[in-house]
């Protein structure tokens, strides 16, 4: 059994090893020869009678080619030639099915050195957004195949090569049988073939056409003296179970070369905790005298029971399985015939089959989500984008560029944010967007776009933001819908960076500002500070709002006054204006200008008229209390905002001093990251990390960067984790009459006893989403791990975001779909290390 692959290749591989019997219907398979040119080409090979046709229309990308031809002289016709992949790091072939039908899926690899190179590849091959099983060829002219048995959840499926090295992936033939439901009943599990083995008396492997689902039965060439081979010329009966054992398998059978000794078989797996299932065919082909029985035990793993007292059929195939999961004994896995008292003849067995269960933890994003996606990729010729291909959210790690996801535990992932700008896009607006339902942010922005600016965008309920501007053959006039839901402020329309003539009937959108407005106002604000600069003005730091008026212009502004006295606000002030010079984000405070004017330094920003969250949160500003849906899109904008600064800048900055008091809202409540003096460039010779004085906020500091002084992107995760905690608890950070002071000590103390309510903002009166709390409160443990290397990157942290947002507008608008929980158990694993437990 340990050298069942390499023995079945060689068997497979050769001609005149399969009898030639004439055709079944094939119409349930799909029988894929990689690389075959031309396209539209088709052949049957001569030892199967299978037709190959060319992959050509299942997949977008990839180079085909052909092995050596000295090697192709003892193969089968489908593994002369192959597809390579030598671009992307994973591609993907598709193919449109039927939901909940059951597939073998087979894929064959033979490297016969196309590329000339004589060097083996490795990668991985995927079934959908999960890992089916790496590929290791054995030599240059070995063909190694990975066969599988999948219930398919969509009506659509990818089979994916994944670059896992340095060398190129390649497939030589995809083939895909449909199998009926009956078979293999292992409740809607994946299973992976580990081998599947039967006894003739010579060394002939079967597989289609005796085998109608063209499974391959590999004969046990293990020279043992333990055991040995019968067979009859009578015909066997194998209709009475649904599995379709091949008549030249069911004639055939196993048993002890000692009548006396029982029958055992060993299997070893590289992966200690294997699951397993065993399909074992029996039927009794000898036949026996009157008083003559073949009764066994059937155990496995040194004496577990699987059957008692089995008695096979005569003439007659019947198959047993175990009903619940074996598992191996650190990799070995034994399994053991042996004859009963009562029995004259000794156990025998037909054939078996041993699977693994591929454990599938990823979901397929949303089925109609991901339609749309393959349709707008069609739509707009985005069929080259070169990681565009599989599942559009899953795995995160090879999500479509352009794409923000969410991702919530059993539920398949939705699209939040669809980025095209900059993509050559023609032609009108698709309403495959429209499917998109959980849609938040819309890009299209500087393509060629033309035609209206379709009504299906305001029937958006999730859309909030939506950038239409550089497509100069787009029609500006917004439709009625639309214009409601942006007097509603419900909704912001980008739909060009110059200012509208006085004649366009255009109504309030988001336009950029112009560089002349931005000198002027600069101007205006220097003259202003110039004349109250006898004002005394302490050492350190004062921002305030200002309101400046000159004639019929009025602006308001924020001004953030600085003096030359203190060095390290100096320092404070040069860094901030050469980061905000830079930087231009809408969730980061914009600086409109600065004044350098001898004794006076002053920078100017765009005013946030509703002040600070922290102030907002204690309810100074206007005396209410942010509802759990503004925290929630506060905390997203605000991860957004420091989310661009890790991954959007060049290089990256690291804030250094991330809380509430240095997140600002505006007159529409949208957040703003600000104060940038203590922010540092992180990426230095490649580093992903700086040494640099400690700097930051008590409370707030990271306490790894505190005690190694090593400033990374981490330490801004910590600082936020600590600001996610107060937007859900609304407590101090610290507070010496708490139980634990620090807030996140305080928190992982009352989670002990599992109940949510003990740590959310009372005054909230649970009018929340209880799972979204949780899973903000699991988000926010997770960003205030001690361990810095086991905290989330910010791009994890706003996609986590969105979902709690998505959660909070599904329970407003009365459509949420999962029971809210009132508590759990956690366990935390000591006081310093949060880390929930399962819900």
Same mark, same amino acid.
């Given at each position: 059994?340990?050298?069942?692959?390499?023995?079945?290749?060689?068997?497979?591989?050769?001609?005149?090893?399969?009898?030639?019997?004439?055709?079944?219907?094939?119409?349930?398979?799909?029988?894929?020869?990689c690389g075959?040119?031309?396209?539209?080409?088709?052949?049957t090979?001569r030892?199967?009678?299978i037709?190959?046709?060319?992959?050509?229309?299942?997949?977008?990308?990839?180079?085909?080619?052909?092995i050596?031809?000295?090697?192709?002289?003892?193969l089968?016709?489908?593994?002369?030639?192959?597809?390579?992949?030598?671009?992307?790091?994973?591609?993907?072939?598709?193919?449109?099915?039927?939901?909940d039908?059951?597939?073998?899926?087979?894929?064959?690899?033979?490297?016969?050195?196309?590329?000339?190179?004589?060097?083996?590849p490795?990668?991985?091959?995927?079934i959908?957004?999960?890992?089916?099983?790496?590929?290791?060829?054995?030599?240059?002219?070995?063909?190694?195949?990975?066969?599988?048995?999948?219930?398919?959840?969509?009506?659509?499926l990818?089979?994916?090569?994944?670059?896992?090295?340095?060398?190129?992936?390649?497939?030589?033939s995809?083939?895909?049988?449909?199998?009926?439901?009956g078979?293999?009943?292992?409740?809607?599990?994946?299973?992976?073939?580990?081998?599947?083995?039967?006894?003739p008396?010579?060394?002939?492997?079967?597989?289609?056409?005796?085998?109608?689902?063209?499974?391959?039965w590999?004969p046990?060439?293990?020279?043992?003296?333990?055991r040995?081979?019968?067979s009859?010329?009578?015909?066997?009966?194998?209709?009475?179970?649904?599995?379709?054992?091949?008549?030249?398998?069911?004639?055939?059978?196993?048993?002890?070369?000692?009548?006396?000794?029982?029958?055992?078989?060993?299997?070893?797996?590289?992966?200690?905790?294997?699951?397993?299932?065993?399909?074992?065919?029996?039927?009794?082909?000898?036949?026996?005298?009157a008083?003559?029985i073949?009764e066994?035990?059937?155990?496995?793993?040194?004496?577990?029971?699987?059957?008692?007292?089995?008695?096979?059929?005569?003439?007659? +195939? $019947?198959?047993l399985? =175990? /009903?619940q !999961?074996?598992?191996?004994?650190?990799?070995?896995?034994?399994?053991?015939f @042996? &004859?009963?008292?009562?029995s004259?003849?000794?156990?025998?067995?037909?054939?078996?089959?041993v699977?693994?269960?591929?454990?599938?933890?990823?979901?397929?994003?949303?089925?109609d989500?991901?339609?749309?996606?393959?349709?707008?990729?069609t739509?707009?010729?985005?069929?080259?984008?070169?990681?565009?291909?599989?599942?559009?959210?899953?795995?995160?790690?090879?999500?479509?560029?352009?794409?923000?996801?969410?991702?919530?535990?059993?539920?398949?992932p939705?699209?939040?944010?669809?980025?095209l700008?900059?993509?050559?896009?023609t032609?009108?607006?698709?309403?495959?967007?429209?499917?998109?339902t959980?849609?938040?942010?819309?890009d299209?922005?500087?393509?060629d776009?033309?035609g209206?600016?379709?009504d299906?965008?305001a029937?958006?309920?999730?859309?909030?933001? +939506? $950038?239409?501007?550089? =497509? /100069?053959? !787009?029609?500006?006039?917004?439709?009625?819908?639309?214009?409601?839901?942006? @007097? &509603?402020?419900?909704?912001t329309?980008?739909?060009?960076?110059?200012?509208?003539?006085?004649n366009?009937?255009?109504?309030?959108?988001?336009?950029?500002?112009?560089?002349?407005?931005?000198?002027?106002l600069?101007?205006?604000?220097?003259?202003?500070?110039?004349?109250?600069?006898?004002?005394k003005?302490?050492?350190?730091?004062?921002s305030?709002?200002?309101?400046?008026?000159?004639?019929?212009?009025?602006?308001?502004?924020?001004?953030?006054?600085?003096?030359?006295?203190?060095?390290?606000?100096?320092?404070?002030?040069?860094?901030?204006?050469?980061?905000?010079?830079?930087?231009?984000?809408?969730?980061?405070?914009?600086?409109?200008?600065?004044?350098?004017?001898?004794?006076?330094?002053?920078?100017?920003?765009?005013?946030?008229?509703?002040?600070?969250?922290?102030?907002?949160?204690?309810?100074?500003c206007g005396?209410?209390i942010?509802?759990?849906?503004?925290?929630?899109?506060?905390?997203?904008e605000?991860?957004?905002?420091?989310?661009?600064?890790?991954?959007?800048c060049?290089?990256?900055m690291?804030?250094?001093d991330?809380?509430?008091s240095n997140?600002l809202?505006?007159?529409?409540?949208?957040?703003?990251l600000?104060?940038?003096?203590?922010?540092?460039?992180?990426a230095?010779?490649?580093?992903?990390?700086?040494?640099?004085?400690?700097?930051?906020?008590?409370?707030?500091?990271?306490p790894?960067?505190?005690r190694?002084?090593?400033?990374?992107?981490?330490?801004?995760?910590y600082?936020?984790?600590?600001?996610?905690?107060e937007?859900?608890?609304?407590?101090?950070?610290?507070?010496k009459?708490?139980?634990?002071?620090?807030?996140?000590?305080?928190?992982?103390?009352?989670?002990?006893?599992?109940?949510i309510?003990?740590?959310?903002?009372?005054e909230?009166?649970?009018d929340?989403?209880?799972?979204?709390?949780w899973?903000v409160?699991?988000?926010?443990?997770?960003?205030?791990?001690?361990?810095?290397?086991?905290r989330?990157?910010?791009?994890?942290?706003?996609?986590?975001?969105?979902?709690?947002?998505?959660?909070?507008?599904?329970?407003?608008?009365?459509?949420?779909k999962?029971?809210?929980?009132?508590?759990?158990?956690?366990?935390?694993?000591?006081?310093?290390?949060f880390?929930?437990?399962?819900?």
């Amino acid at each position: 059994m340990r050298s069942f692959h390499a023995f079945l290749l060689l068997l497979i591989t050769s001609y005149g090893v399969f009898e030639s019997v004439p055709a079944q219907d094939q119409s349930e398979f799909i029988s894929l020869a990689c690389g075959l040119v031309p396209t539209n080409e088709t052949f049957t090979e001569r030892t199967t009678n299978i037709t190959y046709k060319s992959d050509a229309s299942y997949i977008d990308n990839g180079f085909v080619g052909s092995i050596n031809d000295v090697y192709k002289s003892t193969l089968q016709q489908q593994a002369w030639n192959l597809r390579s992949f030598p671009e992307g790091e994973r591609n993907c072939y598709n193919f449109n099915l039927t939901a909940d039908r059951k597939y073998l899926i087979r894929g064959t690899f033979l490297y016969g050195n196309y590329d000339g190179r004589s060097q083996l590849p490795s990668f991985d091959l995927h079934i959908g957004p999960n890992k089916w099983t790496p590929v290791k060829l054995g030599g240059v002219a070995t063909l190694s195949f990975h066969e599988m048995i999948h219930v398919l959840t969509q009506d659509r499926l990818q089979v994916c090569l994944v670059k896992t090295g340095e060398t190129t992936p390649f497939i030589s033939s995809l083939e895909l049988r449909r199998l009926p439901r009956g078979m293999y009943p292992q409740s809607g599990r994946s299973l992976i073939l580990f081998g599947r083995i039967y006894y003739p008396p010579t060394l002939l492997a079967v597989r289609y056409d005796e085998d109608i689902h063209d499974r391959v039965w590999v004969p046990d060439f293990n020279s043992t003296d333990q055991r040995r081979s019968i067979s009859t010329d009578l015909f066997v009966n194998t209709s009475t179970y649904s599995y379709d054992v091949p008549q030249v398998v069911a004639k055939s059978a196993c048993v002890p070369a000692n009548d006396s000794q029982p029958l055992t078989f060993y299997l070893k797996f590289n992966d200690t905790n294997a699951l397993l299932y065993v399909y074992m065919h029996f039927a009794e082909i000898q036949n026996l005298e009157a008083d003559e029985i073949r009764e066994f035990n059937i155990s496995y793993n040194g004496g577990q029971r699987f059957m008692s007292n089995f008695r096979p059929p005569k003439f007659s +195939i $019947k198959t047993l399985s =175990n /009903p619940q !999961l074996v598992s191996s004994l650190d990799g070995n896995f034994n399994l053991t015939f @042996k &004859r009963t008292r009562n029995s004259t003849r000794p156990p025998l067995i037909n054939a078996f089959e041993v699977y693994q269960v591929l454990k599938l933890p990823l979901l397929d994003t949303d089925q109609d989500e991901a339609s749309a996606m393959v349709n707008i990729k069609t739509s707009y010729e985005l069929n080259k984008k070169i990681s565009w291909q599989g599942d559009p959210c899953a795995p995160e790690l090879y999500r479509w560029e352009g794409l923000n996801c969410s991702y919530i535990d059993s539920e398949s992932p939705r699209i939040l944010t669809l980025n095209l700008t900059e993509n050559q896009l023609t032609g009108t607006i698709t309403p495959e967007i429209s499917k998109l339902t959980q849609l938040i942010e819309l890009d299209l922005s500087n393509n060629d776009l033309s035609g209206d600016i379709p009504d299906f965008l305001a029937d958006m309920k999730s859309l909030k933001l +939506i $950038k239409l501007n550089g =497509n /100069p053959n !787009l029609n500006t006039i917004i439709p009625e819908s639309l214009q409601r839901r942006l @007097k &509603r402020n419900s909704l912001t329309l980008i739909l060009r960076e110059t200012p509208r003539k006085e004649n366009e009937k255009v109504p309030v959108v988001a336009i950029a500002v112009s560089v002349a407005v931005v000198l002027t106002l600069t101007l205006i604000v220097i003259f202003f500070v110039v004349r109250r600069k006898k004002r005394k003005i302490k050492n350190g730091t004062r921002s305030s709002n200002q309101t400046i008026i000159t004639k019929d212009l009025r602006i308001t502004t924020a001004v953030k006054m600085l003096s030359r006295s203190s060095a390290q606000g100096y320092k404070e002030f040069k860094a901030e204006v050469e980061l905000l010079s830079r930087v231009h984000h809408r969730h980061l405070v914009g600086l409109v200008g600065y004044c350098n004017d001898g004794e006076n330094l002053a920078l100017i920003y765009e005013y946030m008229a509703n002040g600070d969250l922290k102030e907002n949160m204690s309810g100074k500003c206007g005396g209410n209390i942010l509802s759990w849906e503004s925290r929630m899109q506060v905390a997203v904008e605000a991860a957004q905002g420091l989310e661009y600064l890790h991954n959007g800048c060049e290089p990256p900055m690291v804030h250094r001093d991330v809380k509430t008091s240095n997140i600002l809202l505006n007159e529409r409540s949208q957040a703003k990251l600000a104060d940038f003096g203590l922010s540092r460039s992180f990426a230095i010779d490649g580093q992903g990390h700086v040494s640099t004085a400690v700097a930051g906020t008590p409370g707030y500091l990271d306490p790894e960067y505190y005690r190694t002084n090593w400033l990374s992107e981490t330490s801004d995760v910590y600082s936020f984790g600590v600001v996610l905690l107060e937007i859900i608890t609304n407590q101090p950070v610290i507070d010496k009459n708490r139980e634990e002071p620090h807030i996140t000590e305080w928190v992982g103390f009352k989670l002990t006893n599992g109940d949510i309510r003990s740590i959310v903002d009372p005054e909230l009166k649970d009018d929340y989403d209880t799972n979204g709390a949780w899973k903000v409160v699991e988000l926010a443990l997770a960003c205030v791990n001690p361990s810095s290397n086991r905290r989330p990157t910010m791009a994890h942290v706003v996609t986590e975001l969105n979902e709690c947002v998505a959660l909070e507008v599904a329970r407003r608008q009365g459509s949420e779909k999962m029971n809210s929980l009132g508590s759990f158990k956690i366990s935390l694993s000591s006081a310093s290390d949060f880390a929930p437990g399962a819900r």
